[in-house]
């Protein structure tokens, strides 16, 4: 039994089902208490904003340009799918619509962005956020239906209806595991490498024949796609939208989250959304939470940016790279010593 | 004459506002040239400084610009201590880093601000002269806020004291110098960390002082200088960033051009304004002063 665990192939495939069977029967066990409803619930968000982190770091880890108006993106999905579908069209067509709209508006961003420089780009995705959120609010002929918000019916899918939280969260995982598997390939594929070679220095990457405008395009349009993918989520999931719920507030919960969980890094932005709804929901009780959950991400990005720069995912592998480093000078010296 | 009349009631408060905006600007273009990284939280110390001074003008029942004297010196020092014990960790990683570390004050110091002087807008002190709020113009009947006027004038006294300030004095020089080339500059005895450290409070102390001078018009509130700081930012990009007379020239155009455009037609106007951002950054990226800084290679 113990050389079975010792052998890590089959600790890793072991590990992989416990998780696997846990993640199926949550629902099941969440359901047959009380208040596992809502613990449920507070599952399901923490998926739909990991779809956004993801989406997030494709663009701020991998591609080393930042973003704060992922709230624009986000609202484009969501208000995108629950207008189409109003109009009668079939969820996924609506879908897929919305996603051909966010990947248009995110290479309208996109095109000029490449050139600036990382502050300046900055800047001008704060500005797109906002005025976004703006023409939300003031919608022209009023489809967005201004300040009220829009209800959004329960999901259909090829006539299988989810309005249920345990319904929802099979697809929301799976949505979310698609999604971090489409991260990993991305990264792994020609594309994604040379993104990150563009981010870790413009002119070796340049000087490699790495396209590097290109290849930034590409990265901003696949992480807005999946920043108004997570808004598509969101519209079904919170079942109301409003220019409110999309405010520049998500922007830089969505940045934290990436930033806390250590960005750049595939598992980073899921610790970290954990992370932060963790935080959100400790904090909800409070008199005032809006201004203690800013305070909370004011503070964490702060902490991460002084001194964890890559985010708690960073700071485990130090560790681990600092304990493997101490048993090779260990090992060293028992040899030094058993030489001398 | 009505048109003159609209033209004045329009111009003053344009010209108010693009002042501050200008003031603003002054901060991020000294701040660019001088470390090249851009101040996410400046609207946030605008209005963390107008509460100040709000809170001033209560505590010790003085007039608007003795307050104001005050609060200016309080937000150099809050400045100086910002730089000193916060961005200058993060400015050594990568400057990349104080974008988000200073997004991330802004957060702190506006949910501060919020948690202790609460959400609610307060009613500034005004200025008064000879017994009236307004100036009256004959001429054409009009009334006009002393304090915008007020505020145009010591808004000119402080940018004509920041350029004296930069050319003529030695402390000046040596952030120029800082400014054009750290490394020369140090090598040649210039404290960087000095010079930095006053960068950040003068920038803090301009965006104070406009949030100050701005109280009257719109009443005090912590998140007055959030839209003041974006605008800042705005009026920088169009006069070239970096460049300081730039800023100021930009700021007004920025203050006039909103104000035009909210007479006309208001529920887009903080659209717009962000527009006319995008617009500049991407389509005029050198600004009037064509400074090469917003783009990349």
Redesign the interface.
């Known amino acids: 039994m113990k050389k079975i665990f010792k052998n890590k192939k089959i600790r890793n495939i072991i590990i992989m089902v416990v998780t696997i069977a846990l993640l199926m029967v949550t629902p099941v066990i969440f359901t047959s208490f009380r208040s596992g409803n809502y613990y449920l619930n507070v599952i399901n968000y923490v998926f739909v904003y990991a779809i956004a982190a993801t989406g997030l770091n494709i663009m701020t880890g991998y591609s080393g340009q930042i973003n704060l108006g992922g709230a624009a993106y986000f609202s484009v999905g969501a208000y995108g799918t629950v207008i189409l579908c109003n109009l009668g069209i079939p969820t996924i067509f609506a879908v897929l619509l919305a996603m051909l709209i966010v990947a248009f508006f995110g290479f309208l961003t996109a095109v000029p962005a490449a050139k600036l420089k990382y502050h300046f780009l900055a800047l001008a995705t704060m500005a797109v956020g906002e005025i976004v959120n703006n023409i939300l609010i003031v919608s022209p002929g009023g489809i967005t239906n201004d300040t009220h918000g829009m209800f959004v019916k329960a999901l259909d899918l090829f006539g299988l209806k989810l309005s249920k939280d345990s319904q929802l969260y099979y697809f929301l995982l799976i949505s979310m595991v698609l999604c971090l598997l489409f991260t990993f390939a991305f990264i792994k594929s020609h594309t994604g490498r040379a993104c990150i070679a563009a981010r870790d220095s413009v002119d070796a990457a340049g000087a490699f024949g790495v396209d590097v405008k290109k290849y930034k395009i590409i990265a901003t349009v696949v992480s807005c796609i999946m920043i108004g993918f997570a808004g598509f989520l969101f519209a079904y999931l919170n079942r109301y939208i409003s220019p409110d719920t999309f405010a520049a507030g998500k922007s830089t919960m969505f940045m934290s989250m990436t930033m806390l969980g250590g960005s750049g890094t595939l598992f980073g932005p899921l610790l970290g959304t954990i992370l932060i709804t963790i935080i959100m929901e400790v904090l909800r009780g409070l008199p005032g939470a809006g201004l203690y959950l800013q305070l909370s991400y004011g503070l964490v990005l702060l902490a991460v940016m002084m001194f964890m720069p890559f985010g708690v995912s960073g700071l485990i592998s130090n560790i681990k790279t600092k304990r493997i480093i101490k048993k090779k000078r260990m090992e060293e010296m028992e040899k030094n010593n058993v030489g001398s | 004459m009505d048109f003159l009349k609209l033209v004045l009631q329009l111009l003053i408060p344009g010209l108010c506002l693009g002042c501050v905006y200008g003031l603003n600007g002054i901060g991020s273009a000294l701040l660019?040239k001088g470390s090249h990284?851009?101040n996410?939280a400046q609207g946030a110390i605008v209005g963390l400084g107008a509460l100040i001074g709000y809170s001033i003008q209560q505590g010790l029942k003085i007039g608007l610009i003795a307050s104001t004297a005050i609060v200016v010196v309080i937000t150099f020092f809050i400045g100086v201590f910002l730089q000193v014990f916060?961005i200058s960790?993060?400015e050594r990683?990568s400057?990349?880093?104080v974008?988000?570390?200073t997004?991330?004050?802004?957060?702190?110091i506006?949910?501060?601000s919020?948690?202790t002087f609460g959400?609610w807008t307060f009613e500034s002190a005004t200025i008064i002269i000879h017994g009236s709020k307004y100036l009256h113009i004959n001429f054409v009947n009009v009334d006009i806020l002393w304090s915008n006027i007020i505020a145009i004038i010591i808004s000119f006294i402080a940018m004509i004291s920041i350029h004296l300030f930069l050319n003529r004095t030695s402390f000046g020089m040596a952030m120029r110098s800082a400014a054009m080339d750290s490394f020369a500059a140090e090598s040649c005895g210039v404290s960087v960390v000095k010079t930095r450290a006053v960068t950040w409070g003068i920038m803090a102390a301009l965006g104070a002082l406009g949030g100050c001078l701005m109280g009257p018009l719109f009443g005090i509130s912590a998140g007055i200088g959030i839209a003041m700081g974006?605008k800042g930012?705005t009026g920088a990009?169009l006069g070239g960033?970096g460049n300081m007379y730039g800023a100021i020239i930009g700021g007004l155009i920025i203050g006039m051009v909103e104000t035009i455009f909210g007479y006309i037609y208001s529920?887009?106007q903080?659209?717009f304004t962000?527009?006319l951002?995008?617009v500049f950054?991407?389509l005029l990226?050198k600004g009037i002063m064509n400074e090469k800084?917003?783009?990349?290679?």
């Open positions: 660019y990284t851009i996410n916060i960790r993060v990683r400057s990349m880093y974008v988000i570390a997004l991330a004050l802004s957060l702190i506006s949910s501060i919020m948690l959400s974006n930012n990009v960033y529920p887009y903080s659209a962000y527009a951002f995008l950054l991407l990226p800084a917003i783009e990349e290679g």
